[in-house]
């Protein structure tokens, strides 16, 4: 047996914050969930994406620090057509998250941009061109 992934975590410094940017995202994330050390939701395909708060990594690896010197995560979130990606870049910037790289169109064929989340992981919008 070969293991398969099964789960994606993200290390957060405000949990209500980045579950904010993650819903606008169209994640069904409880409001609940904002004041839990650790909240996970299963995506369809059965993976999940996992976030804990930094207090809750030390808690079982007391040794652990960020990252420094950028992000080493990156998600991608695929939208209808390329108007909803810029739609949805220019909802997440004016609710004031970070606008990394504005929409283009992109040599591969599609429209791309990038917002990072509150910890500065990038999160990546794309919809094919045609």
Known sequence: MSPTLNVIGIVVTDMARSLAFYRRLGLGLPAEADSEPHVEVTLPGGLRLVWDTADTVR???????????????????????????????????????????????????????????PDGNGVDLFAALN
Request: glycine residues 10%; proline residues 7%; charged residues 20%.
């Open 59 to 117: 808690s079982f690896d007391p040794a652990w620090t960020p990252a420094s010197g950028g992000s080493r995560l990156g998600l991608a979130f695929a939208c209808a057509s390329p108007a909803e990606v810029d739609e949805v870049f220019a909802q997440l910037v004016d609710a004031g998250y970070d606008g990394h790289l504005k929409p283009w169109d992109a040599f591969w064929g599609q429209r791309y941009a990038v917002v990072h989340d």
